[in-house]
């Protein structure tokens, strides 16, 4: 079993803080062994006894009955026995929970929901409340919200590289290949060959990630489509899009009419359900943002290649998704930067010319600027790579991050390069 230290460390900061503790995240990416064994052990060495962790999983057809609101609350408060002992009650996957009517109100819109159980339960001062869940707009809009102050999330991520390395078994040297061909799926590390990698991948997209998005989202006729926009999110990963342009593709690769607002809704679903994230392009020397086109990175490397089959293998592309998700991971706010360059053609004619950043990162009031370079070995890819670094007109650290090992080092512009393995084994590579 993982330790996953550092979310082990956010829960215990939190415990008992008045706050209903909100854990999101990918589906099998770790929420429920961080809550139900981790914590849980924690709490037991802390000597709370057994009998006041109340712990329920929605998502195991056993516990159906829960998934109505009257039944998971009588149940949680059946167990509430003693107004002077401190309970800690778990739900796993409360978006399960259905919305039902209000059977005490003569009004049909009166609805009864997760967020009324949770609230009763906040209102108890013997009880520190826990709830996962895997779906963004739903845990973010209905329960942070409603909560206002009294929400605290925290998001759980497939396994960083650092962690997959560290439990990594075999010679490291084949760590990082295995990473971005396979993911950090924690799963993965228990199984040993690539026909059984594969197939837990595929299966976790049909019978888990798909069928959550046409149930949750009620398209169950449009299980097609959706899957055709994964395979080709996943094989344009690091390319500027829109939904107008995904519209396009699907008529003229696929023979398929689909509206770009029907595909921008699409996008969102994957999003929500944390598979894929956004991000948006930023003006460095305008400083405003572009609305379209963005970048769409996979939350797993191997999701992403499972969806294509295993059959592009880019690492340069894949190191960029690596880095986007470890960036977002360490708490980092992320864009797709542009710098803009007046120039003139061959015919001596003024031209503008976008130059790309691939992330402007900030952290409150820090930025860095970092390119993703398979390699700089040729002087000639060097200056494309620097090109957009060396015209940003401010002294904030810029980095190119490239494929394997080097020792970190600056050149003449002040701009450090350092090994993508170096650079997400160092929590702090940006701040030395």
Not at 118 to 139: I, R
Not at 214 to 229: F, G, P, Q, W
Not at 311 to 340: A, K, S
Request: net charge neutral; charged share 30%; with cysteine.
């Amino acid at each position: 079993m993982l330790a996953r230290k550092a979310y082990l460390e956010k829960l215990i900061a939190k415990k008992d803080n008045g706050k209903v503790k909100v854990i999101t995240g990918l589906r099998r990416s770790g929420k429920s062994v961080l809550l139900f064994q981790l914590y849980r052990e924690y709490l037991l060495r802390e000597d709370v006894p057994e009998g006041q962790i109340i712990s329920l999983a929605l998502d195991i057809f056993e516990n159906v009955k829960y998934r109505n609101p009257m039944e998971l609350d009588r149940f949680i408060r059946e167990r509430i026995t003693d107004k002077k002992k401190r309970y800690y009650v778990f739900i796993d996957e409360i978006q399960y929970v259905s919305e039902i009517p209000n059977p005490y109100v003569d009004d049909p819109e009166a609805k009864i929901t997760f967020i009324d159980v949770v609230l009763g339960f906040m209102q108890m001062p013997n009880v520190d409340v826990y709830v996962t869940g895997s779906n963004s707009k739903m845990l973010t809009t209905d329960v942070l919200t409603q909560f206002r102050d009294r929400g605290d999330e925290i998001r759980v991520f497939p396994l960083s590289f650092a962690e997959f390395y560290a439990a990594y078994e075999e010679d490291k040297r084949g760590a990082w290949q295995d990473y971005y061909t396979y993911g950090g799926m924690p799963f993965i590390l228990s199984l040993n060959s690539h026909e059984d990698k594969s197939r837990y991948l595929r299966d976790l997209f049909e019978r888990t990630y798909i069928k959550d998005v046409l149930e949750r989202n009620k398209i169950l006729n449009d299980a097609d489509v959706l899957s055709s926009l994964l395979d080709i999110i996943a094989s344009g990963i690091g390319s500027l899009t829109n939904p107008r342009k995904l519209s396009n593709t699907f008529k003229s690769e696929r023979q398929q009419a689909v509206a770009p607002d029907t595909i921008d809704k699409y996008l969102s679903f994957f999003q929500n359900a944390y598979l894929i994230q956004k991000a948006e392009r930023y003006d460095v020397k305008g400083k405003k943002y572009i609305k379209t086109p963005c970048k769409y990175y996979y939350s797993d490397p191997g999701l992403r290649n499972a969806r294509l089959s295993f059959r592009q293998i880019e690492e340069t592309h894949l190191m960029e998704n690596v880095l986007y998700n470890d960036l977002i991971r360490r708490g980092m706010d992320v864009d797709v930067g542009v710098v803009e360059l007046a120039t003139r053609d061959n015919q001596g004619r003024k031209v503008r010319k976008q130059l790309e950043v691939d992330f402007v990162v900030n952290r409150g009031y820090d930025r860095y600027y970092i390119q993703s370079a398979l390699s700089i070995a040729d002087p000639e890819k060097k200056q494309q790579e620097i090109a957009s670094l060396i015209r940003i007109p401010d002294s904030f650290k810029k980095m190119v991050v490239v494929q394997g090992y080097m020792k970190p080092w600056k050149d003449e512009n002040g701009i450090q390069y350092v090994g993508i393995e170096q650079f997400l084994l160092d929590e702090n590579i940006l701040i030395g």
